[in-house]
């Protein structure tokens, strides 16, 4: 079982239920991290080198913090706000997108840097396997003096996005904020974001800067980059021995829950034919953030993350699907 035990490492200042338990404290959601402009190219089979090869092209709205609080937004009962940083060329357009998905958009526009945008590179042909292309621009110059103590009022749970951890302003940031939601017992989780950054950064000063995060949702490859060892239930026990609750996501493997230095729960994915994998991450990450705040357990809220990873990779880009008449 992955419930809160009586013995189990408390992470929290007094009063903190451990970040497992949404329905003690309630509450909004508050994401902070990356809005991101992304141009999907969904091609089939190797790219041509040195010349044409053919691809279904789209700009869509993207950013895994973005992403995150969508995909929360999409399950009923949570109210769920975005800070993040933007520069003017696309500050409007992606605030409309975020209150379109029901997110409550807490924009900071950069005057000097654009709106970071990624290339994804979606291989048809590979299970929808994508590769980055990424201009982060504005989104990792938050800095303290974007943060505000108030930004936690009405809040029950604060998400971390890890692409902050990657700029000198981003990790200011993160501790700011990190200190500011132990000192009023709002639990703080994140996610890791980038295999491919964790390696530049490394694993031991990331464990350091994650020191006061209470959940953990790596993806496989990043658990096993952080722990040095190849397999993902290893590396999900290990974790768990820094970070009170690892939820390991694991793409077509489902999810590993692990605390106190071993794995409590194997959570099934949902198959599904995949199309495009971009945001099925995150869509996992605010599912099942959104379920904690709803009251439940951790093995439950990894079930619905589950199922919203599903529905992610059955379509382009990584925001969830709206209805006709714009509602999430």
């Known amino acids: 079982m992955c419930g809160w035990r009586r013995g189990s490492r408390a992470p929290g200042p007094p009063g903190s239920d451990g970040g497992v338990r949404g329905a003690v404290r309630g509450g909004a959601l508050l994401v902070a991290g990356d809005v991101i402009t992304d141009v999907v190219a969904r091609h089939r089979g190797p790219l041509a080198p040195g010349t044409d090869t053919a691809a279904a092209i789209r700009t869509v709205p993207g950013g895994a913090g973005a992403n995150v609080a969508c995909w929360a937004a999409r399950r009923a009962g949570a109210e769920v706000r975005l800070l993040g940083r933007v520069g003017a060329d696309a500050a409007a357009w992606h605030e409309r997108e975020l209150a379109a998905c029901g997110v409550r958009p807490l924009l900071v526009v950069d005057e000097r840097a654009p709106t970071g945008t990624v290339i994804c590179l979606v291989d048809e042909g590979a299970a929808g396997e994508r590769t980055f292309l990424t201009d982060s621009g504005a989104s990792l110059r938050l800095d303290p003096g974007d943060w505000s103590d108030a930004l936690l009022d009405g809040v029950g749970r604060l998400h971390l996005s890890g692409y902050l951890l990657f700029s000198e302003s981003g990790r200011a940031f993160v501790a700011v904020a990190l200190k500011a939601a132990r000192a009023r017992g709002v639990p703080v989780s994140l996610d890791p974001a980038s295999a491919g950054f964790l390696g530049t950064l490394g694993a031991d000063r990331f464990l350091a800067l994650v020191e006061g995060v209470e959940v953990l949702l790596p ?7 952080l722990t040095g060892v190849p397999d993902a239930v290893d590396a999900a ?10 939820v390991t996501k694991q793409g077509a493997r489902g999810a590993l829950l692990a605390r106190s230095g071993e794995v409590c729960a194997r959570v099934p994915a949902v198959p599904v034919t995949a199309l495009d994998t971009t945001g099925a991450g995150d869509a996992f990450t605010g599912a099942f953030l959104a379920a904690l705040l709803a009251g439940a357990e951790p093995e439950e809220a990894a079930r619905e993350g589950c199922g919203a990873g599903a529905q992610a990779v059955g379509r382009t880009g990584g925001r969830p699907p709206r209805s006709p008449d714009g509602r999430p």
Do not use: T
């Open 237 to 246: 026990a290990r974790l768990s021995r820094h970070v009170p609750l690892v």
């Open 219 to 225: 993806s496989r490859d990043e658990a096993c980059l």
